[in-house]
Nanobody
């Protein structure tokens, strides 16, 4: 089990950018499948992007493709989500998630695939 702490959320105008960070502690970062999810009140939690930290393989949900980039700093056990060309519909609480890899990371970005979660960071995009 790992502890996850997100940061970097905030308010931005449409077309702007934000970079979210997720600091990971409690276990070896490279052993994990990591992901970003987002959720608005009353809606399902949606997978945004994921990464196999060991291999560096990345995968994205449909809403993120072409605008968001997931990356990692293995030396500092930190996961990032660079979000560009933000839209008002990107307004959500963003969560970092982790699952210890058994040799393969699922690329389907389903909530039940991840065991550990952060508390979330709010992103608000105004038009």
């Amino acid at each position: 089990q790992v502890q996850l702490v997100e940061s970097g959320g905030g308010s931005v105008q449409a077309g702007g950018s934000l970079r979210l960070s997720c600091a990971v502690s409690g276990d070896t970062f490279s052993r994990y499948c990591m992901a970003w999810f987002r959720q608005a009140p009353g809606k399902e939690r949606e997978g945004v992007a994921g990464m196999d930290i060991n291999s560096g393989r990345t995968y994205y949900g449909d809403t993120a493709k072409g605008r968001f980039t997931i990356s990692q700093d293995n030396a500092n056990s930190t996961l990032y989500l660079q979000m560009n060309s933000l839209k008002p519909e990107d307004t959500d609480m963003y969560y970092c998630a982790a699952e210890r890899s058994a040799g393969y990371c699922w690329t389907t970005l389903r909530r039940y695939e991840y065991m550990d979660w952060g508390q979330g960071t709010q992103v608000t995009v105004s038009s």
